[in-house]
């Protein structure tokens, strides 16, 4: 994956530059971005059956099921990548000229599927709407190694801190002695890992751009004249 590694200062970043009796102290918040393109995606499917006998929805249900899953299967999607254990069951009622008539139960199934061959979701999509899926509840391009990125975001936080201190060191005409403190910031917004895309037809076919994971740090360096 190419990563494309951002280090700026923000609007509204904290400088500032200390002198006390008995410590000369040099404060600065350094920021850094990853910029990188989803290497995977996420889905989530329902299977919904509606009827009175909770046996027989259980079985058609389980019938699309098997259908769906060998079809994800024949696209490349590792086994252990499909979840399907969650089920729900619920009254089944709709409203008539005669009042609110219970029909009989709706049960549901959810199918969820993991999978880095982004070049095929669309057929992915298609397919197992075909074999029995009745909606999408979701659907996100995600990184797959989330933690990586932002452990690359974090040294570009670090690096711009670096680059900011030892500029403001030079104007100021004093030298960096060394780091007293670093800690990340707890004030900033990662933005989300995954990018949620409403499926829609007329883009169903795009791939996703990149997305950006930020990370903070402030650093208290020591200076001496």
């Known amino acids: 994956m190419n990563w494309k590694v951002i280090a700026f200062a923000a609007l509204g970043l904290a400088l500032s530059f200390h002198s006390q009796a008995d410590e000369k102290t040099l404060q600065v918040s350094g920021q850094g971005i990853v910029a990188a393109a989803p290497d995977a995606y996420t889905l989530t499917m ?19 099921l098997n259908a769906v899953v060998s079809f994800l299967l024949s ?18 009622y709709e409203h008539t000229p005669n009042g609110r008539e219970h029909k009989g139960f709706v049960l549901t199934r959810q199918v969820r599927v993991t999978s880095n061959q982004l070049q095929n979701y669309d057929t992915v999509l298609d397919g197992a709407m075909k074999r029995g899926i009745n909606r999408i509840d979701q659907f996100e391009f995600i990184n797959s190694n989330p933690e990586k990125v932002y452990r690359e975001a974090l040294i570009a936080a670090v690096e711009d801190a670096k680059e900011r201190a030892s500029l403001i060191a030079k104007q100021m005409g004093v030298t960096i002695a060394g780091v007293i403190s670093i800690s990340e910031s707890m004030s900033y917004n990662q ?35």
């Open 46 to 64: 329902v299977i919904e059956e509606r009827g009175a006998v909770v046996s027989k929805l259980n079985e058609q249900a389980n019938a699309k």
């Open 75 to 92: 696209q490349g999607v590792a086994e252990q990548h499909i979840q399907s254990m969650s089920v729900n069951l619920s009254p089944w």
């Open 191 to 225: 933005p989300p890992v995954g990018v949620r895309m409403r499926v829609q037809q007329e883009d169903a076919f795009s791939l996703p751009g990149q997305t950006d994971t930020t990370a903070a740090v402030n650093v208290t360096f020591a200076i001496e004249n």
